[in-house]
């Protein structure tokens, strides 16, 4: 049972580069989400799912698009990165009682 | 937007019970209110989370006021290691179909040796 996985766990993009971020959880969980974390500052929901095949914008979602096809995993895609986009990125599963987050993907974009 | 309130920041004393108060004064009736913490740069980790009554485990309790208009974490005897930053989050979730979670901007609890 590893819970949840993100990787990977450093990358540095050049500007206008694409990516996905992954994340997988082997809880069985209907409920995935990402967050961002700038410096010095809190989570911001970017994307959620409630189960495969649904997903829903958050706080912050622009720049990044997310599908959920199987209740695994729940990629993360930035399309062309910014600058504005380096951060960390967490993801989270949960079910009903508490939320397990991954140990988060820190990235860079230059 | 965040649903709840907290302090920035809090200093306690090694050994000491360390109480954080959140207020959530918006609340609705089927939200539970949780605690979660972030150390350094790690992961959030759950804590605890209750609706109506209060709640204890093995690493706090949480105190939630009669009308649940706000409510506080207790770490009973604090060490060096639960210096973090705690996020009040209220949450409905049960069931098929759980809520979005949205973090606050938390409290930095300082643990002072």
């Known amino acids: 049972n590893a819970g949840v996985t993100q990787t990977p766990k450093f990358q540095v993009l050049k500007t206008g580069q694409s990516m996905t971020l992954q994340c997988a959880q082997d809880?069985?969980?209907?409920?995935m989400s990402w967050y961002r974390q700038d410096p010095g500052m809190g989570l911001r929901l970017i994307h959620y799912?409630?189960?495969?095949?649904?997903?829903d914008q958050g706080e912050v979602p622009n720049g990044y698009n997310v599908s959920r096809s199987t209740t695994e995993d729940f990629p993360l895609r930035l399309l062309s990165a910014a600058p504005s986009q380096t951060s960390v990125y967490f993801c989270?599963?949960?079910?009903?009682?508490?939320?397990?987050f991954g140990q988060g993907t820190r990235l860079t974009v230059v | 937007d965040a649903k709840t309130t907290q302090p920035t920041s809090m200093d306690c004393a090694e050994g000491r019970a360390a109480n954080l108060p959140c207020n959530h004064s918006?609340?609705?009736?089927?939200?539970?209110v949780y605690w979660y913490r972030q150390i350094h740069s790690q992961g959030p980790q759950y804590i605890i989370h209750?609706?109506?009554n209060n709640e204890t485990n093995e690493m706090a309790s949480l105190i939630i006021t009669e009308d649940r208009k706000s409510s506080t974490l207790i770490l009973p005897h604090a060490t060096l290691r639960d210096t973090a930053v705690y996020y009040c989050?209220?949450?409905?979730?049960?069931?098929?179909?759980?809520?979005?979670?949205?973090f606050g901007k938390g409290t930095r609890l300082h643990i002072l040796p």
């Open positions: 809880m069985n969980h209907e409920y």
């Open positions: 989050i209220v949450r409905v979730a049960g069931g098929v179909r759980d809520d979005k979670i949205i």
């Open positions: 989270a599963s949960s079910y009903g009682r508490e939320a397990f």
């Open positions: 918006t609340i609705s009736g089927n939200e539970y």
């Open positions: 799912s409630v189960g495969a095949g649904i997903t």
């Open positions: 209750g609706l109506k």
